[in-house]
T-cell receptor, first 113, second 114 residues
Framework: GESVGLHLPTLSVQEGDNSIINCAYS??????FIWYKQESGKGPQFIIDIRSNMDKRQGQRVTVLLNKTVKHLSLQIAATQPGDSAVYFC????????????FGKGTMLLVSP | NAGVTQTPKFQVLKTGQSMTLQCAQDMNHEYMSWYRQDPGMGLRLIHY???????DQGEVPNGYNVSRSTTEDFPLRLLSAAPSQTSVYFCASSYKRTGNTEAFFGQGTRLTVV
């Protein structure tokens, strides 16, 4: 069957490099911004989130940066490993009532040994 | 814990047929949702539920029905399948908790309508 990875922007890196995946969001009222990872044949998996009143948040090997001035979000992965190969989605939470998630189109990360 | 379980994993339907995609979670999550994922696109919300007996429409609800009779189950019904509904469908669940953004997804159902 057709892969969800077709037509996606792709970032190719070497193992051990740092990776930066970018995302532009649209809703200034979103209260949280989230990154999900989707490996081939699996459902998306939560990586990290950042609240809209923060600029930076760090996790294990990952850092998310938020620039509200230009509505830009990035995910930095340190010392990228082959297991990091996946499609990465940014998502925003609209912050009103039950907060649904709006997903971006995704970026494919390919890590070469 | 099994997490979020979707059945079936694959399905082929003829145009006009109806079917139900099953979703069950064993984490006692209040929130459940259905998304569809098409090539080159992100996930688009079809329907969601904030608790048993409560459902609401998402971004692309046409052609789909849902119900939430129990906390655990959230089936998605295709009323009369159309080729435009060929997609991968994901069910997700999450806690109703202030600041929670982590949704747990099932493995997906790949549906082809011919």
């Amino acid at each position: 069957g057709e892969s969800v990875g077709l037509h996606l922007p792709t970032l190719s890196v070497q193992e051990g490099d740092n990776s930066i995946i970018n995302c532009a969001y649209s809703n200034s009222a979103s209260d949280y911004f989230i990154w999900y990872k989707q490996e081939s044949g699996k459902g998306p998996q939560f990586i990290i989130d950042i609240r809209s009143n923060m600029d930076k948040r760090q996790g294990q090997r990952v850092t998310v940066l938020l620039n509200k001035t230009v509505k830009h979000l990035s995910l930095q992965i340190a010392a990228t490993q082959p297991g990091d190969s996946a499609v990465y989605f940014c998502a925003e939470r609209n912050g009103s009532g039950y907060s649904t998630l709006t997903f971006g189109k995704g970026t494919m990360l390919l890590v070469s040994p | 814990n099994a997490g979020v379980t979707q059945t079936p994993k694959f399905q082929v339907l003829k145009t006009g047929q109806s079917m139900t995609l099953q979703c069950a979670q064993d984490m006692n999550h209040e929130y459940m949702s259905w998304y569809r994922q098409d090539p080159g696109m992100g996930l688009r919300l079809i329907h969601y539920s904030v608790g048993a007996g409560i459902t609401d429409q998402g971004e692309v609800p046409n052609g789909y029905n849902v119900s939430r009779s129990t906390t655990e189950d959230f089936p998605l019904r295709l009323l009369s399948a159309a080729p435009s509904q060929t997609s991968v469908y994901f069910c997700a669940s999450s806690y109703k908790r202030t600041g929670n953004t982590e949704a747990f997804f099932g493995q997906g159902t790949r549906l082809t309508v011919v």
